[in-house]
Structures are given as C-alpha cells and as structure tokens.
C-alpha cells in the first residue's frame, strides 16, 4: 500500500506542474506559491475537521522549519517548471535523494566516524555520479541560455532533501499527516502573500486563473499521499517509486509541451535516477543509524 501512496503522489505533483506551466504564463512565481497554499490549507483543513483530528501541535518550531525549507524549495521548483522543459525541472528537484547520501556522508565524516567513513566508498561514487548526470542536464540549459533555472532547479533538489527529512523527523515524533501537510499550506500562504505586497498581484484573467484551483488542490492530494508513504514504515521500495514523477513529466512535456531534450540530457536524467535508487539502497546499509526514510 506504501508503494500505491509514492506512485498516487508523483502523479499527483506531476499532474500539479502541468497545471503551473500553463499558470506561469498569467502569475508569477510567489502568486503562485501564495495560492498554492491558500488552497491547500482549506483543502486540508476541512480534511483534518473531517477526520477529527485537532488543528493543534505542540511540536510547532518543527512545523516552522520544516515549512521554511519546503517553501523555499517549493519556490525554487515552481521557478524551475516555468522556464525548463518539464521533465528536467521534475529532475532537478528529485535530485533530492542524492542531496540526502551526501548530507549523511558528509555528517558521518565531520562526526568523525572512520569505521562507518570506510563502508561509504559506493555511496559517494553513486552522489558523484549523481552529480554528473546534473553536469549533463544543465549542459542543454546553457545552449539555451537557461542556466540560472537550471541552477534554481538544483536549489529546488537541495531544499526538498532538507524538507523531506524534516517530514520523516515530524511521522516519528507521531504528527498526524493531515496535520503536518495543513501547517505546510499555512507556511506557502504566509510566504507568497508577504512577497506579493512587494511584486504585486496579477490581474486575474478568465479562463486562466482556473489553473490556480488544481494546483492547489493535487498540490495537497500529492503532499498527503507522499507524507502517508512516508511515515507509515517507508520501504525501499517506496524511497525509489519518486522517481516514477520524471517519467510522468516527461510524458506529459512531449504530449503537451513539445519538449525537446537533447540526447544528453536524457541520459544525464536516467543517471540521476539511478543514482537516486542506488544512493538509497547504500545509505541505508551502510548508515544503519540513518533515519529509515527522508522524503
């Protein structure tokens, strides 16, 4: 069923970038982070009143950080969608996975771990690799003088990786999802709409303001559904079906986009995703001290 919950989600947030290509065009990136979240957090709310669970925590500095790096993260991708063919800014932000091998090597080496240091010869080769299908995806970035998406895309990857382990962090401490996926919402509103008083507001056009509605609403269908993978004993199996949103993306940015990536760019995706999967499946032999799962 966790495997259901991880496939159920990447549709979900591939569906939802779709819905902000075409809403990028009208709105700008906050405006659309601002409601987003507005969105979700009614969507949720009457969720959690439906499910009877209580609106009230009493972990909220964990909600708080966990809202500040997801939003920035979030902001970052929306940035990426609007400017990069879909499939590469799905990648660059499931480049998280391999943020993650590389912040628990790096934490194991500064813990001055030797014993555990000396396991980790395969995860570092597989962020490396990583890293060098990132090199191969930017390169077409460049020729079309996207570089600086790109690099907000990989941004995007980095703040994702630090969110979804706060994610796990906030299932262990027993944070209903609801709950945990409602003061996310909270947190894109407050954000977007400080932003907004500063870039202003677009004039909302008919019928594209209509985009804003499902992406506010798959954007808290696929956050509930990935949280429940998540803190319900994740698998391995379940760590590795995120990727299943790239192939989604990029079948819809060729049916509906025309997107056209050169072949590097291509196998520079398929690396990212097998390092993912590979980086997961090492970290959790070679860390067993590691949380179960950070996504």
Known sequence: MQASWMILASLFFATMSVCIKFASAHFNTFE??????LIGMAFMASLCRAQGVSLRTTIPWMHVWRSVVGVASLSAWFYAIAYLPLATAMTLNYMSGVWVAAFLV???LVMGRLQDASRQGPIVLTVLSGFAGVVMILRPTIEQNQLFAGLIGLLSGLGAAMAYMQVAALG???????????YFSIGTTLVGGVVMLFTGASEWVWPQVLWLLPIGLLAALGQLCMTKAYTRGA???VANLQYSGIVFAALYGLLLFGDVIPLIGWIG???IMASGIAATALRKRALPQAPAEEH
């Open 106 to 108: 790096g934490g194991t």
């Open 32 to 37: 659309l982070v601002f409601y987003r979240g």
């Open 235 to 237: 698998t391995l199996l």
């Open 172 to 182: 262990r401490v027993g944070e209903p999802e609801s709950r945990t996926v409602f």
């Open 269 to 271: 995706m398929a690396l």
